[in-house]
């Protein structure tokens, strides 16, 4: 029986892996296919606006200006052994949180999606800009959510468990 459950706990690991870096290439192709470079569509007014920018490097476009060997080792090489790492310890640790795995695979598919755009393009495709008043952010897309996402559930899972870490309670 605990084989099964191991089974079927790696197939949902993966399955939301897989679904958050779908929805981010899924939204990437749409968004390259249909907007030209720089073009802006204002969805909700100023409040949510739809355009194309190519950033050749990390968030902000840290590290655009890099030396090209330098670039593959810091936004290429690192994150992939990072995800992979990541990945590995949700998969083989069973003393995560649910909350806590789903966390983590929220990361690592967001992770996964603008890896593949660096490799694949040479570049990540942002394409999303919010302006709710006090809420207001730089260029982003689908994947960067998934890391937001992610990052907000394992800071709510630390904030409200009772010891404070990634770890689900002994008596679950």
């Known amino acids: 029986m605990k084989k099964i459950t191991k089974k079927i706990r790696v197939l949902l690991v993966l399955s939301l892996v897989l679904l958050n870096i779908g929805c981010d290439q899924i939204s990437k192709t749409v968004v390259r296919q249909t907007i030209a470079p720089n073009q802006r569509i204002e969805v909700f007014e100023n409040n949510l606006v739809l355009t194309k920018v190519e950033n050749s490097g990390a968030a902000y476009s840290l590290g655009s200006d890099l030396a090209p060997l ?76 998934s890391i937001m996402v992610g990052s907000f559930i394992i800071l709510i899972t630390m904030l409200f468990n009772k010891k404070g870490s990634f770890f689900k309670e002994v008596n679950e």
Do not use: C, H
Request: aromatic fraction near 10%; avoid cysteine.
């Open 70 to 145: 330098l670039k593959i080792i810091l936004l290429q090489i690192l994150p992939i052994i990072v995800l992979l790492f990541l990945l590995r310890l949700i998969l083989i640790n069973t003393n995560y949180s649910k909350e806590t795995i789903l966390g983590f695979t929220f990361i690592i598919g967001g992770g996964i999606g603008n890896l593949f755009d660096r490799i694949v393009y040479g570049s990540v495709t942002d394409f999303m800009i919010m302006d709710l008043g006090i809420i207001k952010t730089e260029i982003f897309n689908m994947a960067d959510v």
